[in-house]
Nanobody, 112 residues
Framework: QVHLVESGGGLVQPGGSLRLSCVAS????????MAWYRQPPGKQRELVAA???????WYEDSVKGRFTISRDDVESTIYLQMDSLEPEDTALYVC??????WGQGTQVTVSS
């Protein structure tokens, strides 16, 4: 069992930056593929970025070059550095482990 807690969301102006964190408690963190999903208002959840246990990364096309996912296996934490934020990035951001365990999410709102 893995418990995930996200933090770092908030209100930011277009063009700004935020850094999301997701801390995991439990065992086996280092073998999981960790990912960030987001659910915009009134829309379905979508995969934003993922990082495997060997640190291979994947990004959704609209965030390539703006978002960076990373992991710290010592701290059992993943991060999502989000730069050049756009209003379309507004969503509830949720982290997950191997699509088995999910956090509650942190809200990101990009607005002037």
């Amino acid at each position: 069992q893995v418990h995930l807690v996200e933090s770092g969301g908030g209100l930011v102006q277009p063009g700004g930056s935020l850094r999301l964190s997701c801390v995991a408690s439990g065992t086996g963190f280092d073998v999981y593929t960790m990912a960030w999903y987001r659910q915009p208002p009134g829309k379905q959840r979508e995969l934003v970025a993922a990082v495997s246990s060997d640190r291979t990364t994947w990004y959704e096309d609209s965030v390539k070059g703006r978002f960076t996912i990373s992991r710290d296996d010592v701290e059992s934490t993943i991060y999502l550095q989000m730069d050049s934020l756009e209003p379309e990035d507004t969503a509830l951001y949720v982290c997950c482990a191997d699509q088995l365990f999910w956090g509650q999410g942190t809200q990101v709102t990009v607005s002037s």
